[in-house]
């Protein structure tokens, strides 16, 4: 049935409706759903907010929209480039699509938002990426000023909506305005719960933009929503977000092992298997061990070369550890605790303060505070922020 319906169906958009016909019940990403936001796009000259995770199928959200007549204009592309491939922190340049010829333009680095002089022949402004629901991926940075480039142009935004596959729990410090950074901006726990689309709701609601405030100045935001999506509803990325998330364990242990990155401790960059792997030179167990090289998405990892010794998780059940609803805070403390040289733990820099939001949870690990402790100090934030983010889900 399925290859008559290929033989007789040339154009994708009428494969894509029949097949979410034929899969009833099956997660529907927003722009799988032409027949929402197509009449949107209608005569309009639009931007789009694209990596490599917008798909519409297997074919990009680019070469769709353009094979259905939409005038495209340019692109706009976060962290780790319009293909993915950048490494975290890279400086990506404006370019051209080798298969369009439409304009890149870079959203990362000094380049975070798009100025008048980059919209002015733009009339819509399209974002589609896949997140992973955690503060501190930068993709809800760029989702940010985005809307604010919007409002103060006054185009509208459209976000097609995609599953969060950690969008089943809350947890974790909020983060406090003074570590506002392009790693954290708004005031909510590690992990939120929310799709991107409801996350954008929730910026414009609460008037988080520059020149907003609540009641005041908003974005004309549009979310084109999933179908058949529930917040405890498992989801496997098809295409991995970025290059150091390669799997859906990694995806899984992210939460908690990227405050590795404020820390002199590796979490596996530059091995096969980063973000399921934690540990350093000087860590004390020597059981396992792994060396870092460089590779794509990861040129130069910490401790390149040298062999350093730690924790493998790439073979534990992130299915069990994601039933219990809550970020892993004994990789940390466990790091801690077998690392000899207590005051070079951290960072200088303190990075690990903007990935966590303050400089609270730094504090309590040096202090040797217990996990039962931690989590209390987190508790009336969290409660605070579940009454916010009930008012902008879209899905139960």
């Known amino acids: ?72 204009k340019k ?44 919209l002015k022949d733009i009339d819509l402004i399209l ?12 993709y809800l940075s760029t989702l940010h000023y985005i809307m604010e480039a919007g409002m103060e142009q006054q185009l509208p935004v459209i976000v097609l909506d995609r599953p969060n596959p950690n969008g ?11 570590y506002r950074s392009f790693v954290g901006l708004h005031p909510v726990p590690v992990v939120y719960g929310m799709t991107i689309g409801e996350y954008a709701k929730m910026i414009n609601g609460e008037g988080w933009l520059k020149g907003s405030g609540k009641g005041g100045k908003k974005v004309q935001l549009s979310v084109i929503p999933l179908a058949n999506y529930t917040h405890s509803s498992f989801y496997s990325l ?15 242990l992210y939460p ?54 730690g924790v493998d998780l790439s073979k534990t059940d992130f299915r069990k550890d994601r039933a219990k609803k809550r970020l892993n805070l004994s990789y940390l403390q466990d790091a801690y605790a077998n690392y000899p040289d207590k005051k070079r733990f951290f960072l200088k820099n303190r990075f690990m303060d903007s990935l966590a939001g303050s400089n609270q949870l730094r504090l309590q690990i040096t202090s040797g505070a217990s996990e ?25």
């Not at 399925?2 to 990403?29: D, N």
């Not at 098809?238 to 995806?251: E, H, Y």
Request: aromatic share 10%.
């Open 256 to 309: 908690s092992l990227a405050f590795f990155e404020g820390t002199v401790i590796s979490a596996g960059r530059g091995t096969k298997k980063p973000f399921q792997l934690y540990g350093a030179p000087k860590y004390k167990v020597k059981k396992f061990s792994f060396v870092p090289r460089s590779r794509p998405g990861a040129r130069f990892p910490k401790f390149k070369g040298k062999r350093c010794y």
């Open 168 to 178: 089943h729990y809350i947890d974790g410090p909020l983060l406090q305005k003074k």
């Open 127 to 138: 974002f589609d990426i896949q997140d992973v629901g955690v503060r501190f991926y930068t």
């Open 1 to 72: 049935m399925i290859h008559l319906i290929k033989k007789l169906c040339k154009r994708s958009f009428v494969l894509i409706l029949l097949s979410s016909v034929l899969f009833a019940g099956k997660i529907i990403p927003a722009a799988e759903r032409p027949e929402l936001y197509l009449p949107l796009l209608k005569d309009k000259r639009v931007a789009l907010v694209v990596n490599h995770s917008s798909l519409v199928g297997k074919r990009h959200l680019v070469d769709t929209l353009l094979n259905q007549g939409v005038k495209v």
């Open 372 to 396: 039962k402790t931690i989590r209390k100090s987190w508790k009336k934030d969290l409660n605070t922020f579940r009454k916010i983010r009930k008012k902008y889900l879209l899905y139960p």
């Open 75 to 118: 692109i706009f592309a976060p962290e780790h480039g319009f293909r993915g491939k950048a490494d975290a922190g890279a400086h990506v340049k404006n370019s051209r699509d080798t298969k369009t010829g439409l304009p890149i333009i870079s959203l990362y680095g000094k380049h975070k938002k798009p100025t008048k002089a980059d």
């Open 238 to 252: 098809p295409v991995k977000p970025s290059p150091n998330l390669p799997n859906d364990r990694a995806v899984s």
